[in-house]
C-alpha cells in the first residue's frame, strides 16, 4: 500500500487510522524481536493521535487537503529529537534523554498528521555504514538476517522493508539514506543540502547532513518531500527557494533526457554483478526516451580522503557537547567508530595541521563540487551505482574502518557537493535488492523523481516483499 | 620607575551588547536575572540538534562600533568555533571569529598618544558557575542566563606604556561604547571586562641592538593580566606587574609566559594558567552560520545610525560654547543624551544665558533645567528697556555716586547695581546691569 491507496481507504472508510495504527505495531511486534529496527516505541502516543484523526475524518473529509500525510505511519531515526519521546542517537551517552522540543521536521510531520510510530536504530551518531555501529542491538536485512540492512540509517531501512511503517526517515551525511535504501529495495532520498531543516536533528557533520527518508515507492517519497521541504528561521544554512509540488510532475515523459555515466565509478572494486544490473536500467531508460553518454568527474579520486578530513573535523566538534556534565554518560562512553573520528578530527583541525588537512580537503572539496557543475553542463542527471557491492554479512567488515568507508564510495562524492541524489530499485541479483542512484544539480529533486518514477512504474521492483532468509 | 625598562601594554576588552535578545537564539537578553536559568532555551543550552541564528542587531552594533573606533570593515566576516570544555560552555566550544573578524584597524586616542585597535569582533558569552556551600556540601551550579549574550571583543596593538594610560584607554572606551548606546558596560556585573598582556622592554639592550630602527621589538614574553572589574584594580594590578616583572629581570631571568589574576584585596596578581597548559582552540568555520556579506548598501544604513564623532562633538563644543571636555563629559553618556543637552545650550544662547555657566551649575549645583538654573541665579525677566528707565531714575536721586564713580572710585557701582534692583523689585543678572549702569556713566 502506498500514501495514495491509505488515503483512499481512511476516505472511504475501508479502515481506520487506528486500525491502521495497530496494524502498523503488530508488523513491528512480529519481526522486530529478530530485526532490532527500532529502540523506542510510541505505541500509546500513536492510537491516541490515530483515534484523534478518525474523529477529524469523520467531520471532515477535506481534512487531507490540510494534512497530507494524515494517518500515515512513520518512524524517525534516533537522530531526530522528538518533545517527549526518548532520543538516543543510537548511543548509550545519552540513552535516557527525553528531549523538550521537536526538531522542525518532526514538526512539519506531525503538523501533516503523520503518526509517530517510534525510533529507529542507527549506527551511533551517525557514523557507519552497516548499522553495526549501533550501542543497541544490531539491526538485520528483512531479505537475509545474516546480512547488513545498511546505515547509518539501519533501522528506519528495515522497518520501512519489512512493512512497519510507511516512511522512515534518516540523515544523509556520506550515504546513511541511500546506502539501507539501495540494501532494503527502497526509494531513499538525500536532498540538496539546505532544502530541508536540520533544526533538531542531532548533527553529525553539519555541512554535509541532509535530512532525508525512506520509502516504499517513489510516489510516497516525493509526497514526504513537500511535508519536509522548505526554509526554516530556526537554521540558516536552508535556502528560500520555492518548494516544488513534486508529486505533480510525475509520470511526465523523460524523452530527450540526457543521462551522463560517470566514468570513474565504473572501476576496479565494483562488483561484476551489480555493474550488469545498472547496465541493464540504462537499457531500460533509453527505452524510455532518455539518452546515455559517458561523463568524466576527474577529482574522484580525492573524495573519500577529503570527506574523511572534512568529516571527523565536524564530527570531534559536535561531539564535544556531550562532556558528562549535563547528559549522563562520560566520555569514555563513546564507542570505537566515535573515539576514532574524534581523535581524527582533533588532529586535522588542531594548530600546525589546519592547513594541511582541514584547508585543503575544503579545497578538494571546491574541486568535487566544480566536477558535478560541469558535468551538468552536458548531461540532465548522472546514474551510478549506489553500493560497489551488494549487501555484505553482518561482522564481514566491522574490524576494516577502512573497507567499510569504502562501502560508501559512490555515495560521499554527493554529499560533498551538496547536491541530491535519490536510490531507486535497479534490480534483484542472487535475491539482494542493487540499488541505482540518480544524481542532479542542486534543488533538482522535482527531475529526480520524474525520472525515478517512470522507471519504477516500468519495473515495479518494489511489489517484491523480503522473505526474512535466515530469519 | 628608572627608565631601564618601559612597560609595552595591550588590551583585550569584552563587552556584554545590551541587546533584546541572545547572539544565537530568541532568549530574552538578561544576564543578571535574579532567577538562574530562566532565560534559556535548546539552543544557548547547547542541546543535541539545537542550531544557532546570528542576531542582525549585535552584529550592526558590533559594526557601529568598529566604525566609532575607525575601523575598517569587512566585507566577508563569518564565525568560527573556539573549542574548549569548561562546564560554563555547553556546547564545548564558543563562537566566535577568528580570522575574519567584523571590524579591523582602528584608532583610539589617549593623551600619551593614539592606541590602535587590532580588531573589533563579536562571539557569545558563556554561562555562569556559582561555587557555593549548600546542606555542607560544595557544589558548583550553573546559570545559563548569560550562555549566549552577544559579547564584543575589542582588541589593542601594544601601543600602551603605562598604567595610567591604560586605564584612560579603558576609560575612553567605555565611553564611546556607552555613547553609542550599545552596552551599559556595568564593570562590577561582568557587563563590561579588562585583560591587559603586560611585559616590559629593557630599552638599553634595545637601544644597542636597533640603533637605526625607531620601531622596538618586543619582548620574547608576555603575561596576561585576566579578570579586572574595575579602572582602579586595571591601574593597580598592571602597575604590580610591572613592579613584579622588573625585579625577575634585574636577577637575569625572564617572566614566564601566563595568565594571572587580580586579587584586589592584597594587590596583588597571582598564577592562573601558564603556557604549558594553554589551549589548542581548534578553530574552524561554524558549519551552522553561513558567511556574512556586508554590502556597501547595509553598511551605509549603519553609517547612518552613527552619531556625531565623540572626539568632534567634544571639540565642537569647545568652540562653539567654550565648553571644557572633561567637565560637560560627565553630563551625558549616549549620543541621544548629548543631542538633548545641546538642545538645552540652545535654548541658553537664545536667551542670553552663558553656556558655560549653565554647565558649571550642572555638574556642581546638579541643576538639570534652564529655570532651575534662572532661579539659581535669581534672574527674573526683565528688559533692558524696561531697565533703563530704573537706572536713569536712580542715577538721578544719587548724584553723589556718580560723582563718585566718574572721580575713580569704582567700586560705588555695585551700590548703584543695588539700588536698581530694590528699585525694580526684581533679582537681575549683576553682570548684565552694571554693564548697562557703565552705559549711562
Redesign the interface.
Given at each position: 500500500m502506498t500514501i495514495k491507496d491509505i488515503e483512499e481507504s481512511l476516505k472511504k472508510g475501508v479502515f481506520s487510522c487506528q486500525e491502521l495504527v495497530k496494524e502498523s505495531f503488530s508488523t513491528i511486534k512480529k519481526h522486530d524481536k529478530k530485526i532490532n529496527a527500532f529502540l523506542t516505541l510510541n505505541e500509546e502516543q500513536a492510537l491516541k493521535q490515530a483515534n484523534h484523526y478518525d474523529n477529524l475524518i469523520k467531520k471532515d473529509k477535506n481534512i487531507f487537503d490540510e494534512k497530507p500525510l494524515l494517518g500515515i505511519p512513520v518512524a524517525l531515526k534516533d537522530?531526530f529529537?522528538t518533545k517527549d519521546i526518548r532520543?538516543t542517537?543510537g548511543s548509550k551517552i545519552?540513552g535516557d534523554?527525553n528531549?523538550?522540543?521537536d526538531?522542525t521536521v518532526v514538526k512539519k510531520l506531525i503538523d501533516a498528521g503523520a503518526i509517530i510510530i517510534g525510533k529507529t536504530n542507527e549506527d551511533a551518531w551517525g557514523h557507519g555504514s552497516s548499522g553495526e555501529n549501533t550501542d543497541y542491538e544490531v539491526t538485520r536485512n528483512p531479505y537475509d538476517l545474516n546480512r547488513v540492512p545498511g546505515g547509518s540509517s539501519s533501522g528506519s531501512g528495515a522497518a520501512v522493508a519489512y512493512g512497519g511503517v510507511l516512511v522512515g526517515t534518516g540523515t544523509d551525511t556520506g550515504s546513511s539514506v541511500r546506502l539501507p535504501a539501495g540494501f532494503c529495495n527502497l526509494v531513499g532520498l538525500k536532498p540538496t543540502y539546505g532544502r530541508v531543516s536540520?533544526?533538531?536533528?542531532?548533527?553529525m557533520?553539519?555541512?554535509f547532513d541532509s535530512i532525508g527518508h525512506m520509502t516504499r515507492t517513489v510516489y510516497d517519497n516525493a509526497k514526504v518531500l513537500e511535508v519536509t521541504a522548505g526554509v526554516d528561521?530556526?537554521?540558516?544554512?536552508t535556502v528560500p527557494i520555492k518548494v516544488d509540488q513534486y508529486t505533480k510532475k510525475l509520470g511526465q515523459s523523460i524523452k530527450g533526457m540526457k543521462i551522463g555515466l560517470p566514468k570513474e565509478y565504473f572501476v576496479k572494486g565494483l562488483d561484476d554483478k551489480v555493474s550488469n544490473s545498472i547496465k541493464n536500467s540504462l537499457k531500460i531508460l533509453e527505452k524510455l526516451g532518455a539518452t546515455v553518454k559517458e561523463v568524466s568527474l576527474p577529482h574522484t579520486d580525492y573524495a573519500m580522503a577529503a570527506y574523511y578530513i572534512l568529516v571527523p573535523?565536524?564530527v570531534?566538534?559536535n561531539?564535544?557537547?556531550?562532556?558528562g556534565?549535563?547528559y549522563g554518560g562520560s566520555r569514555e562512553m563513546f564507542g570505537a567508530e566515535a573515539k576514532r573520528r574524534i581523535m581524527l578530527g582533533?588532529y586535522t583541525?588542531?594548530?600546525g595541521y589546519?592547513d594541511a588537512y582541514?584547508l585543503k580537503a575544503a579545497k578538494v572539496r571546491t574541486l568535487i563540487k566544480r566536477d558535478f557543475e560541469n558535468a551538468f553542463k552536458e548531461v540532465d542527471v548522472l546514474i551510478v551505482p549506489t553500493s560497489p557491492t551488494l549487501p555484505f554479512k553482518i561482522g564481514e567488515k566491522v574490524d576494516d574502518p577502512l573497507q567499510m568507508y569504502l562501502s560508501d564510495i559512490f555515495l560521499c562524492p554527493v554529499n560533498l557537493a551538496g547536491i541530491p541524489g535519490l536510490n531507486v530499485q535497479s534490480g534483484f541479483v542472487d535475491g539482494f535488492p542493487v540499488g541505482m542512484q540518480i544524481i542532479g544539480p542542486q534543488f533538482s529533486e522535482e527531475l529526480l523523481y520524474k525520472v525515478a518514477y517512470l522507471f519504477e512504474q516500468e519495473t515495479q521492483y518494489y511489489k517484491i516483499r523480503p522473505k526474512f532468509k535466515n530469519g | 620607575m628608572d627608565k631601564k625598562y618601559q612597560p609595552i601594554i595591550g588590551m583585550e576588552t569584552h563587552v556584554e551588547l545590551k541587546t533584546k535578545s541572545g547572539m544565537f537564539c530568541g532568549c530574552k537578553n538578561d544576564p543578571d536575572a535574579k532567577k538562574p536559568n530562566i532565560h534559556t532555551c535548546?539552543v544557548c543550552l547547547?542541546?543535541?540538534?539545537?542550531?544557532?541564528?546570528?542576531n542582525k542587531k549585535a552584529i550592526e552594533w558590533t559594526i557601529k562600533l568598529g566604525l566609532a573606533l575607525g575601523c575598517k570593515i569587512n566585507k566577508l566576516s563569518k564565525f568560527d568555533?573556539k573549542?574548549y570544555?569548561y562546564?560554563d560552555l555547553?556546547?564545548?566550544?564558543q563562537i566566535s571569529q577568528y580570522d575574519m573578524p567584523f571590524c579591523y584597524q582602528g584608532k583610539v586616542e589617549t593623551s600619551f598618544g593614539p592606541v590602535r585597535i587590532t580588531r573589533v569582533h563579536l562571539e557569545e558569552d558563556t554561562g555562569k558557575l556559582i561555587h557555593q556551600n549548600i546542606n555542607g556540601h560544595n557544589v558548583s551550579l550553573i546559570d545559563f542566563n548569560r550562555s549566549g549574550v552577544p559579547l564584543v571583543e575589542v582588541v589593542t596593538e601594544p601601543d600602551i606604556f603605562s598604567s595610567v594610560q591604560a586605564k584612560e584607554y579603558a576609560k575612553k572606551l567605555r565611553q564611546i561604547i556607552r555613547y553609542l548606546d550599545i552596552s551599559d558596560c556595568d564593570m562590577e556585573k561582568g557587563g563590561m571586562r579588562l585583560e591587559a598582556n603586560i611585559s616590559l622592554l629593557n630599552v638599553k639592550s634595545q637601544m644597542t641592538n636597533n640603533k637605526s630602527n625607531s620601531k622596538f621589538k618586543l619582548p620574547n614574553y608576555k603575561v596576561e593580566l585576566k579578570n579586572i572589574n574595575s579602572f582602579r584594580f586595571l591601574e593597580r594590578g598592571i602597575e604590580y606587574e610591572i613592579e613584579r616583572q622588573r625585579e625577575i629581570l634585574e636577577s637575569g631571568k625572564t617572566p614566564i609566559q601566563e595568565t594571572r589574576g587580580y586579587n584586589a584585596e592584597k594587590n596583588i596578581t597571582f598564577t592562573q594558567r601558564t603556557k604549558e597548559e594553554a589551549a589548542?582552540?581548534?578553530?574552524?568555520p561554524d558549519?551552522?552560520?553561513?558567511p556574512i556579506n556586508i554590502s556597501e548598501k547595509w553598511l551605509n544604513e549603519i553609517k547612518s545610525t552613527l552619531p556625531e564623532p565623540f572626539d568632534g562633538l567634544f571639540k565642537r563644543w569647545q568652540e562653539k560654547y567654550n565648553l571644557k571636555p572633561e567637565l560637560v563629559e560627565l553630563l551625558f553618556e549616549t549620543a541621544e543624551e548629548s543631542k538633548k543637552l545641546e538642545e538645552l545650550f540652545k535654548k541658553c544662547i537664545k536667551e542670553k544665558l552663558s553656556v558655560e555657566k549653565f554647565v558649571n551649575a550642572m555638574v556642581h549645583k546638579k541643576i538639570k533645567t534652564i529655570e532651575e538654573f534662572k532661579k539659581m541665579t535669581n534672574i527674573d525677566e526683565v528688559s533692558d528697556d524696561d531697565l533703563k528707565v530704573i537706572i536713569e531714575k536712580i542715577l538721578k536721586v544719587n548724584p553723589k555716586a556718580v560723582a563718585d564713580y566718574k572721580a575713580g572710585k569704582i567700586n560705588t557701582i555695585n551700590f548703584l547695581v543695588g539700588m536698581v534692583m530694590r528699585e525694580a523689585k526684581k533679582k537681575i543678572e549683576f553682570q548684565r546691569l552694571q554693564d548697562l549702569i557703565k552705559s549711562f556713566l
Open positions: 537522530l529529537t532520543t542517537a545519552i534523554y528531549p523538550p522540543f526538531a536540520r533544526y533538531g536533528i542531532i548533527a557533520a553539519s555541512s528561521p530556526f537554521d540558516s544554512t573535523s565536524e570531534s566538534s561531539l564535544s557537547r556531550y562532556d556534565i549535563r582533533s583541525l588542531s594548530s589546519y582541514y | 535548546p547547547g542541546l543535541p540538534g539545537a542550531l544557532p541564528v546570528a568555533r573549542h570544555f562546564p555547553p556546547k564545548g566550544y589548542d582552540y581548534r578553530y574552524f558549519p551552522d552560520l553561513p
